[in-house]
Structures are given as C-alpha cells and as structure tokens.
Nanobody
Framework: QVQLVESGGGSVQAGGSLRLSCAASASTGNIGCMAWFRQTPGKGREGVAAFGRGGAIAYGDSVKGRFLVSRDTEKNTLHLQMTSLTVEDTGTYYC??????????????????WGPGTQVTVSS
C-alpha cells in the first residue's frame, strides 16, 4: 500500500507563487507515474502535471509555462512550483501515483493512489 501526503498549500495573491510537495511512503521500486491533479470550482477535476519514473513529463494546458514539476525518484517525492498564480488556480491539489506499469506512458490519466489533498487559494 502506498500513502501520499501533500504539503505546501496556502493562500496567496494573484501573481504570486507557491510550491507544493508530495511524499510517498513506499519502496522506491513500487512507484511509477506520479502526478498532480486539482479540483476547482469551475472545472472539476483537472490534471496539472505528471512525471514518469523515466523522466517523461506532461502538463495540463492551463498551467503550461507557469508551473514546473520536479521529482526525486530516490526519495519518492514530487514537487510543483507554481508561479503567476491566478484566481482560477484556486482549488484542492492532489498528489497521485501508480505502481510501475510497463509499456504505459505516464500521463494525466487516473492513477491508483491518491493523497488527501492540500488547499490552494489565490485572491485577486
């Protein structure tokens, strides 16, 4: 069983930055794709950024150029540096992960394990 815990959420004014972190409690070899999703009032659940074990990265269209995802595979941690935040980025951000799946590209698809989420609030 894999447990994920997010941290780093909070409140910020529009134009500001936040950095989210996710720690996975599992053996290093038990984690494949890791990703960030968010639940926002306007769009429902949305994929934000994914980072594969082999280094493949994918971003949701609404965050490209503003958010940067990084991963420490040895430590099983995933980070999301968010810049130029807007009120539309307000929501609950979730870390998600999958076990290694041969032949399946890491992308913003539904994953097996989910963290409890961390709230991000951007005010105008």
């Amino acid at each position: 069983q894999v447990q994920l815990v997010e941290s780093g959420g909070g409140s910020v004014q529009a134009g500001g930055s936040l950095r989210l972190s996710c720690a996975a409690s599992a053996s290093t070899g038990n984690i494949g794709c890791m990703a960030w999703f968010r639940q926002t009032p306007g769009k429902g659940r949305e994929g934000v950024a994914a980072f594969g074990r082999g280094g493949a990265i994918a971003y949701g269209d609404s965050v490209k150029g503003r958010f940067l995802v990084s991963r420490d595979t040895e430590k099983n941690t995933l980070h999301l540096q968010m810049t130029s935040l807007t009120v539309e980025d307000t929501g609950t951000y979730y870390c998600a992960a999958d076990p290694p799946r041969n032949g399946i590209k890491c992308s913003l698809r539904s994953l097996m394990y989910w963290g409890p989420g961390t709230q991000v609030t951007v005010s105008s």
